[in-house]
């Protein structure tokens, strides 16, 4: 019974801890209040580029493997690897883009904003260094209508580099019988600082096994839907922009419905 009674003040004396009170964090307990977010933000660029440098894509696989004698690291490829500066929370993050295929839409459209609808699909593991961490831990092989404004800041950026591709149609034009076939699209690898993808900045990422872990996503382009307007008003939610910093999700001009952004106001 002693040892009961023991166990259950240890329990009691953990929860105490856990959410016991203070100026800073009002009642909550914060497991990553210690993190430096920009000494992280270097981190994970150094861990990229060190797993960059040690890895190269292999065409014929379709794959990052192991770097080996005789073919060009993922690092040195800069024909296909771009890298791009991007502030989040004010804290500047490096994301690498590897192009595989640009996409060639048919009809023409353009790059997707960070407001665009997109029908993708997409395979993603975890790497630190020159090691992947996992093997996929969410894929999709069929195809998925996803809106750039919802998602980690890694895609929202990312996507924005490559082009869609064209329905595949029957001889006559028509709609295939069958799965939906796209050619021509665009494809690539992004590699995401944890920053841009589950940071522990965002209270809701506490539990994810992912939080502040470097993300490589293989991705493909299917589709786009060109100036999506998501509240159905005429204007393309990325010109719902009224601060125009580029981000229309911050944006909020009816003082009489102050938490709607405009974007999703069509009284705006």
Same mark, same amino acid.
């Given at each position: ?11 009691? &004396? ?32 150094? /861990? ?25 690291? &993922? ?123 589950? /940071? ?36 393309? /939610? ?14 909020? /001009? ?5 938490? &709607?952004?405009?974007? &999703?106001?069509?009284?705006?």
């Amino acid at each position: 019974m002693n040892k009961i009674k023991n166990i259950f003040f240890l329990l009691l &004396l953990g929860v105490v801890v856990m959410y016991s009170c203070d100026d800073d964090n009002n009642g909550f307990f914060n497991p990553f209040a210690d993190i430096n977010y920009e000494e992280l933000a270097i981190k994970d660029n150094d /861990s990229i580029v060190k797993f960059l440098k040690n890895n190269y894509y292999d065409t014929d696989l379709d794959s990052v493997k192991t770097l080996v004698s005789g073919k060009t690291s &993922l690092f040195e490829d800069t024909d296909k690897l771009k890298s791009y500066k991007v502030t989040e929370n004010d804290i500047e993050h490096t994301l690498y883009v590897y192009t595989i295929e640009q996409g060639q839409p048919s009809p023409v459209k353009g790059n997707p904003t960070v407001m665009d609808s997109i029908y993708v699909k997409y395979s993603g593991q975890a790497f630190a260094n020159t090691e992947l961490l996992t093997s996929n831990f969410d894929r999709n092989d069929t195809g998925a209508w996803l809106t750039l404004n919802a998602v980690i800041d890694g895609w929202k950026y990312g996507f924005t580099n490559f082009l869609g591709g064209e329905l595949k149609k029957d001889s006559n034009g028509g709609t295939l019988n069958g799965p939906i076939t796209y050619l021509n699209t665009g494809k690539g690898i992004l590699f995401i600082p944890s920053g841009l993808a589950y /940071s522990s900045i965002d209270t809701n990422n506490y539990t994810s096994s992912l939080v502040d872990t470097n993300l490589m996503f293989y991705i493909e382009l299917l589709d786009i839907v060109e100036d999506t307007d998501h509240d159905n008003d005429g204007i393309p /939610s990325i010109d719902e922009d009224a601060d125009g910093d580029g981000d229309p999700t911050n944006d909020f /001009s009816d003082n009489s419905n102050p938490a &709607l952004p405009d974007y &999703l106001n069509p009284n705006v």
